[in-house]
């Protein structure tokens, strides 16, 4: 079974741009979250969406939106970058609790550096 | 508001050496507490769930344990290969994974 996709998987931009990244989950998961990675803060939750609902979001700002797709297909949306959003941005995928379990299984990551 | 804490920071481990990684928590109701294993630009993979107090898990060389408090997972007689960051997360709502720091592990041969 192929794993969690994502692309690109690098990324570099200028502050004030924007970007968009994509995620694929594993086949059959309907939840989707998206994570950010620094060396300072660590990983750090953003959102989550389930059916094309999102359920639960973290403690970012408004800059940062996702949405998803009829296909559980997610993206990630990042308005006018700051260089404090260089990170590793990971996206992870899990059947939900309708499952029978949490488990979230992690793409290898986007590498989005602002300059 | 849901504390997790790794410890230590970082562990060196002579090859073969066996030894524990903890994790201590506080959350509002655990829905689960989990393990994974992330190399160097990599995304992390999943090891283990812990979803009560009291059980244990094994994989390997490594295992597990879950309490009211902490979870340990015990690495026994550690490879070279099993360096990694291991990442220690709970969830109160099945959503939304809140991550520790981490422990930075080394065995060297």
């Known amino acids: 079974k192929a794993g969690v996709t994502q692309t690109p998987r690098y990324l570099i931009k200028t502050r004030g741009q924007q970007v968009t990244l994509s995620c694929s989950p594993i086949?059959?998961?309907?939840?989707v979250s998206w994570y950010q990675q620094t060396p300072g803060q660590g990983l750090q939750f953003l959102f989550e969406y389930f059916s094309e609902t999102q359920r639960n979001k973290g403690n970012f700002p408004g800059r940062f939106s996702g949405r998803q797709f009829s296909n559980s297909r997610s993206e990630m949306n990042v308005s006018t970058l700051e260089l404090g959003d260089s990170a590793l941005y990971l996206c992870a995928s899990s059947l939900g609790w309708t499952g029978g379990s949490y488990e979230q299984y992690f793409g290898p990551g986007t590498r989005l550096t602002v300059t | 508001e849901d504390q997790v804490t790794q410890s230590p920071e970082a562990l060196r481990l002579q090859e073969g050496e066996s030894s524990s990684l903890n994790c201590s928590y506080t959350?509002?109701?655990?829905?689960?507490l989990f393990w994974y294993r992330q190399d160097p630009g990599k995304g992390p993979e999943f090891l283990f769930t812990l979803y009560s107090a009291g059980e244990e898990k094994e994989k390997e060389r490594l295992k597990a344990t879950l309490t009211k408090k902490e979870s340990f997972l015990h690495i026994t007689a550690p490879k070279p290969e099993d360096s990694a960051t291991y990442l220690c997360?709970?969830?109160?709502?099945?959503?939304?994974?809140?991550f520790g720091k981490g422990t930075s592990l080394l065995v060297t041969p």
């Open positions: 997360a709970v969830t109160p709502s099945g959503y939304a994974l809140n």
């Open positions: 959350v509002s109701g655990l829905r689960g």
């Open positions: 086949s059959g998961h309907r939840s």
